[in-house]
Structure formats: structure tokens, C-alpha cells
């Protein structure tokens, strides 16, 4: 994914200091420094980009990550998942909102 989005230049302008912020604002949260949380700083730096360069607001990506995971509690294990509309809860995104802006 980083290969493809570096190649549609999305990851060029920018990138290095978000993911250096979010790499930093763990450190002084005393998250432990583990691969999941470089995987979880590196998510984070790349939604703050899509919402910086006004691709995806971070309310859109909550609703969809809220989906997908309501998609794949449902889904057996070694079918596709797919989005359906009752995958998409409203008052559970705007509750995740709130919880992730404090989170910054």
C-alpha cells in the first residue's frame, strides 16, 4: 500500500512530519514501542494526510472503519467481506469521533 500511494505521490509532501508527530505524541503518551503501535502511529499519520489533503475527512474514514469491522464480525471466516448498508451505524461513528479527537 505505502509502495502505491508513494507512487501516486500522495505520501511525498508532508508524510515524514506527520508520522514523526504521531511517533513523538506516543512517546510522550508512554505508549510502549512495539510494532503495533508503529503500525497504529503509521494508520493514524496516513488518515491525518487523507483528511489533510482533503480526501477523506476523519468522520468518512471513521464511519467506514466502523463498517468494515461491523462487515467482518458477520462475515465467516474465508468469505469476502462486503459493505452493506446496515453496516454503517451513525451514532457509533460520532461517539468514535469524539473518542479519537481526545485521543490526539
Known amino acids: 500500500m505505502t509502495v502505491a500511494l508513494n507512487e ?10 506527520v508520522f514523526s508527530a504521531q511517533r513523538r505524541q506516543s512517546r510522550e503518551a508512554c505508549k510502549p514501542d512495539t510494532s503495533q503501535t ?8 496516513l488518515e491525518t494526510m487523507a483528511e489533510m489533503q482533503e480526501l ?7 464511519r467506514y472503519r466502523r463498517a468494515w469491522h461491523n462487515a467482518a464480525a458477520r462475515t465467516k471466516h474465508g ?16 461517539a468514535e469521533i469524539h ?3 481526545n485521543h490526539r
Not at 8 to 16: D, E, I
Not at 38 to 45: K, N, Q, R, T
Not at 83 to 93: R, S
Open 79 to 94: 468469505q469476502p467481506i462486503e459493505l452493506q448498508e446496515a453496516d454503517f451505524d451513525k451514532g457509533a461513528v460520532h
Open 56 to 62: 477523506a475527512s476523519r468522520e468518512n474514514q471513521l
Open 8 to 17: 501516486a505521490r500522495f505520501l511525498l509532501a508532508g508524510m515524514g512530519e
Open 99 to 101: 473518542q479519537h479527537q
Open 38 to 45: 508503529y503500525y497504529e502511529d503509521w494508520l493514524d499519520a
